[in-house]
């Protein structure tokens, strides 16, 4: 796990399946840091990283009210 916290801006949230990219992000940092605190434990086994947002083209994090469903 990842976490970068320099700079300011939109982090970029990343979901990794060993070399595979299979999720990302963009989100404010306090955002990004809570998403990746939640998520770590559902996504057992995967990295999630939180870097300094690039340019691309990323989705927006969803409302932190379906992060409950993201995983069963």
């Known amino acids: 796990m990842t976490t970068e ?3 300011g801006g ?3 949230v990343r979901i990794w399946l060993g070399d595979h990219l299979i999720a990302e992000y963009a989100a404010e940092p306090d955002r990004a840091s809570r998403y990746q605190r939640v998520m ?13 947002a690039a340019t691309g ?8 009210q379906l992060w409950p469903l993201t995983v069963q």
């Open 57 to 64: 083209k990323a989705s927006e994090l969803p409302s932190e």
């Open 10 to 12: 939109r982090k970029m």
């Open 5 to 7: 916290t320099t700079g």
């Open 40 to 52: 770590t434990p559902k996504f057992t086994g995967l990295r999630i990283t939180v870097d300094n």
